[in-house]
């Protein structure tokens, strides 16, 4: 129709608790476009090769301490600073998967009890999503997969409380995806 947004790609964000799948799942989201002929990048937060990165991954090994709002706020920087890029990006018509976004940032940090709205306003302004995926499976289903690889976040406990924010945040336009379903789908590729 020649409406500029046909040429733009989309946002496409995969989210989900840690060990949920969803770093397969972008993976072959990734492979699918480009075999469709599609122009698409796969992306994911924390971006750790930029210095605000650095300091996330370093927090997240446990190799250093940080207060949960400063380490929140490094989170949201890290989108930020990506910001531009990704925009540009979208207008020339590549489509960009995301390895968590925005949704981790507030379901992580108020599953330490920050207050919600607080985590959100950081995030205001950075590019809505086109499609959130949400990959669904049950916390104590997603630690018996293993591999969880030790950092700070991957704790039973902690994925039951993250697990309860996702679902204070889920709205109706995600795609929920059960695990069920994606067990399934890879048995028969
Ligand atoms: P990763 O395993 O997908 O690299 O993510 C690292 C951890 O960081 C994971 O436990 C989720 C958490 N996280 C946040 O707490 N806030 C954020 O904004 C993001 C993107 C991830």
């Known amino acids: 129709s020649g409406d500029r947004s046909d040429s733009r790609g989309a946002l ?3 989210e989900g608790l840690d060990r949920c799948g969803k770093t397969t799942q972008s993976n072959k989201l990734h492979k699918y476009l480009e075999g469709l002929g599609h122009s698409a990048e796969l992306w994911r937060f924390p971006d750790r090769t ?3 990165g650095q300091m996330i991954s ?3 090994s446990n190799q250093s301490q940080l ?12 989108r930020w600073e990506k910001r531009t890029l ?3 990006k979208l207008k020339s018509g590549t489509t960009i998967i995301v390895d968590r976004y925005s949704y981790s940032g507030v379901a992580f940090s108020s599953a330490k009890g920050l207050d919600m709205d607080w985590c959100k306003a950081p995030e205001i302004g950075l590019l809505a999503p086109d499609l959130v995926l949400y990959l669904e499976i049950p ?4 630690a018996e997969r293993g591999g969880y690889g030790g950092e700070r976040y991957e704790h039973l406990e902690f994925q039951k409380k993250v697990s309860k924010s996702y679902q204070a945040l889920h709205d109706a336009s995600w795609k929920v995806i ?3 379903f994606v067990d399934m789908a890879l048995k028969k590729l």
């Open 12 to 14: 496409v964000v995969l």
């Open 50 to 52: 930029t210095s605000v």
């Open 58 to 60: 370093s927090y997240l």
């Open 67 to 78: 207060d949960d709002r400063a380490i929140h706020l490094l989170f949201s920087a890290n």
């Open 86 to 88: 990704m925009e540009s």
């Open 139 to 142: 916390p104590e289903k997603a």
């Open 178 to 180: 059960n695990f069920s």
